[in-house]
């Protein structure tokens, strides 16, 4: 297996999608059945500035989906940080198959992000994004060929469950 590249981030240079994306609402019900139901769709496609800020989100383009991890009646799971994690670490691992472009994680301190311009986390020093500490979600972005296809991002998943 060959080391990953770093690779370019897209943030909202693709400009706001005119709606949902196929790929992308594939990859939040991959993910939801992948966590046996811990990990649930938060929120995908809205056109919306990011959270306290002036700047287009990323969930603008319908690239972003928001995975929470909470237990809110029949959704989740008790322990959901713990499937949360599991989650991250599968995801990184795979990150290159699956277009991610960036993470964001809201749990402790100041959150951490992770993009695929430096394949590394950034653990924050200061408040940097909304919702840290103690946000119950994962942040999730992915690159606009995977955002459009479901068949790419079922293939991955598929892939994942066979190995």
């Known amino acids: 297996m060959q080391p990953a590249k770093k690779r370019k ?7 706001v999608s005119a709606g949902k994306r196929a790929g992308l609402e594939e990859f ?6 992948w966590s046996d139901g811990a990990l649930w769709n938060n929120g995908t496609w809205v056109v919306r500035p990011k ?15 928001d995975l ?4 809110l ?30 993470i964001l994680d809201y749990w402790e301190g100041f959150g951490r992000g992770w ?3 430096r394949l ?6 200061k408040h940097t994004i909304t919702g840290a500490p103690m946000g119950d979600w994962l942040h999730v972005e992915l690159s ?15 892939k994942l469950k066979a190995s």
Not at 9 to 15: A, H, K, N, R
Not at 76 to 96: F, P, S, T, V, Y
């Open 9 to 15: 981030y897209t943030g909202t240079s693709d400009g």
């Open 28 to 33: 939040a019900k991959q993910m939801n059945a």
């Open 51 to 65: 959270m306290g800020k002036t700047s287009l989100s990323v969930h603008a383009t319908g690239r972003a989906v």
């Open 68 to 71: 929470s991890y909470r237990k």
């Open 73 to 102: 009646g029949a959704k989740g799971k008790a322990d959901g940080r713990q499937h949360a994690e599991r989650a991250l670490a599968m995801l990184i691992a795979n990150q290159e198959e699956l277009g991610l472009e960036c």
């Open 115 to 117: 993009r695929c311009d």
């Open 120 to 125: 590394a986390w950034q653990v924050y020093k």
């Open 144 to 158: 606009p060929k995977m955002a459009d296809s479901s068949l790419m991002v079922k293939a991955v998943f598929d």
